[in-house]
């Protein structure tokens, strides 16, 4: 039996009809953090799971993003405490702006709107062969000194 899909395509903070006490899990694979209204859209990724549903969202380690590795040294580009956006003028040929939050700013959002956090992992897996220059904004040299990713599973209470 097909099970029907719905596509919407929308801003995560203004996603129209999206039910309520519905999903059982939410899984935000590198995107929560792209949000402009992380409030509202960790919010209504509450108000759409089920009571106990599940949440595990992933996104760059914000320490990662105020690091450069470059010539055998790690320099900190900027402040990790500001928070707010930088614009990009090409990011793989598009421009972009990054939102800079620290993790104290994704937990408390998270708890404020009712999630209770179960695990945090900030761990970096870098394969032993991971040669690629430490000039790349994801390294496995920088990604040994600095979490490249961190990940927050949670559930609605």
């Known amino acids: ?9 929308a801003p995560m903070e203004e996603i129209p009809g999206l039910p309520e006490n519905y999903f059982d899990k939410a899984i935000s694979i590198y995107a929560l953090g ?19 549903g599940i949440f595990v969202f992933s996104w760059e380690h914000p320490v990662h993003s ?10 900190i580009r900027r402040s990790y ?10 990011w793989r040929g598009a421009p972009i ?9 994704f937990i408390n959002e998270l708890i404020g709107a ?3 956090i179960d695990k945090v992992i900030e761990d970096s ?6 040669t690629s220059p430490s000039s ?12 490249a990713t961190w990940i927050v599973k949670c559930h609605k209470a």
């Open 1 to 9: 039996m097909d099970t029907p899909v719905t596509l919407i395509e």
């Open 34 to 52: 792209w949000t402009v209204n992380l409030p509202k859209t960790v919010r209504n990724i509450h108000r759409s799971l089920k009571p106990g």
């Open 66 to 75: 105020v690091a450069e590795y470059a010539d055998e040294q790690l320099r």
């Open 81 to 90: 405490v500001n928070e707010g956006f930088e614009k990009h003028d090409s």
């Open 97 to 105: 702006v990054m939102h800079y939050r620290k993790i104290s700013t």
């Open 114 to 116: 009712g999630f209770v």
């Open 125 to 130: 897996k870098v394969d032993d062969a991971d």
């Open 136 to 147: 790349k904004w994801y390294s496995g040299t920088k990604a040994r000194i600095i979490p």
